[in-house]
């Protein structure tokens, strides 16, 4: 799964990662090392301008609710944080985000855990923070729906979720699921809103390739939701 990660990365970063007009780049310069399920986070996707749907689409970042919200689901009832690409298409919360609503989610880094224990013998969650060597952006492959807002059902927002599939050998040693990204090369047909087909969709995604990420251990403070800043992702420890 993914269920936590880190993106500290500026509006012109973003714009500069994505090639994206800063004018279409609806983020603040506020990093955020600490991004949780049921908070809003920067999405990339290809639409039509925010208040003029007659116009052509173009690529923009967006401010998104993290947790895809169907229509049954209830206000007290939390999004779905992540999407298993096993059977993707066939899912009715899924299916239709899948063909038409496909955005990328920006993220210098993601976190897992594993349980460990400490000199008493007490076990603990650790968690490790896995970022790409080359430093460069991770994109995500990620669902969007429009849905009520669960805080105000009179007004409706913009919400997402990351699609994961099974593990590679090397993040497998923390955890069984990882996130599915999109390469650069496969962005523009991945956002394009014109091509509906899910085997095509299906077939632009893949994991992060074997030897591809770092793995930290990272302190445990990022384990409260609360807690933020660079210190989150400060390396105790090199797993990978």
Known sequence: MCGRYANARTKTQIALDFQVAEEYVEVKDVPDYNVTPQKRAPIVLTAAPPGDRSADAIRQVRLALWGLRPGFLKPEQRGFANARVEGLAEKRSFAKPLRESRILVPMDG????????????????QPYYFTPKDGEVLALAGLMRWAKDPRNPDEHIMTYTII???????????????PMIIRPSNWSAWLDPAMTDADTAQALMAPPGEGALNIFKVPTAVNNARNNGPQLIEPIEQLV
Do not use: C, N, P
């Not at 897992?112 to 969650?125: A, C, F, L």
């Not at 994961?164 to 990882?178: C, N, P, W």
């Open 110 to 125: 993601f976190f897992e855990w594993w349980e460990e224990q400490d000199e008493s013998g007490k076990s603990y969650k």
């Open 164 to 178: 994961t599939t099974e593990a590679t050998d090397d993040v497998g040693l923390i955890h069984d699921r990882m």
